[in-house]
């Protein structure tokens, strides 16, 4: 094996395992924020509103997980996310599921004598009169119904969580496939983010924010002519981020937003672009830095 060759197997390991440990993080995160959440009280599991939380303090969280251990891959966060945000909440219900069967067994007690007089009413012969043998056939099947152990499958509770405004069965079915998808999207939103900010293969570690300031006025058309930014029509705002990795004596990266007051025209530059990157002369990104301190009374 050449030295080449085991560069890039060396390489290529981190991003698999990284995955690996962040996915297993996440897992975790969804089983306890699960666990936790199936303690709710039943008048705070609110349809969609609870599980969007759910969703969301997941994703807040295998983020944070993530820039600890620099797992960038934005496709990875996406998938890993949607997985995570809906199983947590898929759990979360099955637990509740599972507290609200046990509740209703042990709330059940068969009717006295119900079981004793279906027996009578099966040996009995049917009337011959069409009206009285629909009435009988009514009455055996309301004490059978009564009769019987409660229905306690999750087909049956999901109608119960919905049945304040929905008696359909297929109503519950639909929400709780609404409910596993909102919070997958806003768990896989969050940890996307994370993954997909830049990052500086040199030193190893995220390229973070470290001043940003929003001019406005003739300050952010003087900004946008500094950052050599078109300018057609009057900007009322630019805000500006400056960001930096850990190598020393590196410029810090820059990104500018600037808008104009319709808020059709606006502009976003940033020098870790990889199609157009935004690129300031030494004297031009001097100028931006001082201003900026200027703005924030640090010169
Ligand atoms: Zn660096």
Redesign the pocket.
């Known amino acids: 094996m050449t030295s080449t060759q085991t560069e890039s197997s060396t390489a290529l390991r981190p991003g698999a395992v990284t995955i690996a440990i962040w996915l297993a993080a996440g897992i975790a995160i969804a089983g306890v924020a699960a666990l936790l959440l199936s303690h709710t009280p039943a008048r705070q599991r609110l349809i969609g509103i609870l599980a969007a939380a759910q969703g969301a303090a997941c994703g807040w969280l295998v983020s944070l997980v993530g820039t600890r251990l620099k797992m960038r891959s934005p496709v990875a966060a996406i998938v890993g996310g949607v997985v995570v945000g809906a199983a947590s909440v898929a759990l979360t219900s099955v637990l509740w599921w599972q507290a609200h069967a046990r509740q209703l067994k042990a709330d059940y007690k068969p009717p006295k004598g119900a079981a004793m007089a279906m027996a009578m009413l099966n040996q009995a012969t049917d009337p011959s009169d069409p009206q009285a043998k629909k009435e009988m056939d009514d009455f055996r099947a309301d004490l059978k119904a009564r009769a019987m152990p409660p229905d306690t499958s999750f087909p049956e509770y999901l109608a119960f969580r919905v049945s304040s405004f929905s008696n359909s069965r297929s109503a519950g079915q639909i929400l709780f496939g609404a409910e596993l998808l909102l919070a997958g999207l806003l768990c896989a939103g969050f940890a996307r983010a994370r993954a997909a900010r830049p990052f ?6 995220w ?1 973070l924010p470290i001043r940003r300031h929003e001019f406005t006025g003739d300050d952010a058309n003087e900004i946008a002519v500094l950052t050599g930014s078109d300018h057609q029509t009057p900007f009322v705002s630019a805000s500006v981020v400056l960001s930096q ?3 020393a004596g ?1 410029r810090p990266e820059v990104l500018v937003v600037l808008e104009s007051a319709d808020r059709k025209a606006a502009v976003r530059r940033s020098s870790t672009d990889q199609d157009s990157p935004l690129k300031l002369a030494e004297e031009a990104f001097s100028e931006l830095a001082a201003r900026i301190d200027a703005a924030q009374g640090l010169r």
């Open positions: 500086c293969e040199s030193c190893g570690e390229i990795c850990r190598c590196r």
